[in-house]
């Protein structure tokens, strides 16, 4: 698990980030550049790529690692253990997060998925294929009990830094929204206790559209009713105070609805989910930073904004739009080669945009 005098010490072997490049996470500090693991084949090539990628980060200033239990059939899980294990740097400097939700196959994708999906979670009892959304989905808490267990496992850790229920919105296809608000009430009192027991640290929700969307739209949820869900479930387990902390959503310079849809009520009037969540004090890690690699294109990043940004290439600029977005703690960036992760964790040498300067991006 990740420390507070472990992670403030790993901050301290690297004096040449820019002031802003660390950031507070509960009582550790992480880096404001982290390493994601979602991208890449089911091969073994990309498992030592992967490997080589996570080991060079950590020894460089990110401790903040991202994986979920799908990626790459749990491939992605397994080899960013085994990357941390064989890192030069103490586990408890290094802050991992997981996430369960999809159903994962198991280093491939089997020739029969439903069997497959039978054998594993239907016919133990798991799971109900009520439970099931697009017959791959499911946030009921006996099944992410199991997918929590097997995370540890592939890991192996003691404990996950912070889990994430993954993309719970998936559920909206099949299930009433107010029933699926329930539903993430159960799941997060099973993570109150888990967390109690030490087999976590923190858990959130990592989305993809629900909070950048109009409250009418079909993918919407609230995130200020998800946050009183997470406090009922805190008083339902007897634990002093929630331990839900974080939400993870996409955003970058073609996709700032997070900053610029204000579909979030509060006592204030309606926010966007970034200022909501800056607000209510939950730390917000962004995925799809560089839009999977599509704005480390020329042109990509249009000259206005481009020109307001530091950095020495596309994609350093990227990130650090990214990473200048209020409430952001860390932006996630896929790093599967050495190369990409020199050229990414440089970003963090430079200072992020002020806010005045983020907000004029806007007007």
Not at 9 to 35: H, K, M, N, Q, W
Not at 170 to 196: G, I, K, S
Request: net charge negative; with cysteine; proline share 4%.
């Amino acid at each position: 698990m990740a420390t507070n005098t472990a992670t403030w010490a790993y901050r301290d072997r690297f004096p040449d980030f820019a002031r802003t490049y660390f950031r507070r996470l509960s009582d550790c500090v992480v880096s404001s550049i982290g390493v994601g693991t979602y991208l890449g084949d089911p091969t073994d090539a990309a498992d030592r790529a992967y490997h080589d990628a996570v080991g060079r980060s950590i020894e460089n200033g990110v401790n903040v690692v991202d994986t979920a239990i799908n990626y790459r059939h749990q491939r992605s899980e397994r080899v960013v253990g085994r990357a941390i294990q064989n890192a030069e740097t103490d586990r408890d400097s290094v802050f991992v997060a997981t996430k369960g939700g999809f159903i994962p196959f198991d280093r491939s994708r089997p020739d029969d998925p439903r069997a497959y999906i039978r054998r594993e979670y239907l016919d133990p009892d798991i799971i109900d294929s009520e439970e099931l959304a697009r017959g791959i989905h499911c946030i009921h808490p006996s099944f992410i009990d199991d997918q929590l267990d097997r995370s540890l496992d592939n890991l192996g850790v003691d404990t996950i830094d912070l889990y994430y229920v993954h993309n719970p919105e998936t559920q909206l296809e099949t299930t009433p929204r107010e029933q699926v608000y329930d539903q993430l009430e159960e799941t997060f009192t099973r993570l109150e206790e888990r967390a109690l027991a030490g087999h976590i640290r923190h858990y959130g929700v990592a989305t993809w559209e629900c909070f950048r969307v109009p409250q009418g739209h079909d993918s919407y949820l609230s995130l200020p009713e998800i946050v009183e869900r997470a406090r009922n479930a805190s008083d339902r387990a007897g634990t002093d105070a929630t331990h839900f902390r974080a939400v993870q959503l996409p955003f970058n310079v073609h996709m700032a609805d997070a900053f610029t849809v204000e579909s979030h009520e509060s006592s204030e009037g309606a926010k966007s989910a970034l200022r909501f969540a800056h607000d209510a004090g939950l730390n917000v890690f962004t995925s799809a930073s560089i839009g999977q690699g599509n704005l480390t294109r020329p042109g990509a990043i249009p000259d206005a904004v481009a020109a307001t940004l530091n950095g020495d290439s596309a994609v350093q600029r990227a990130i650090n739009f990214a990473r200048s977005a209020p409430g952001v703690t860390s932006a996630l960036v896929g790093m599967r080669t050495t190369d990409h992760v020199d050229e990414n964790v440089a970003a963090g040498t430079f200072e992020p945009m002020g806010a005045q300067a983020f907000d004029a991006t806007f007007e």
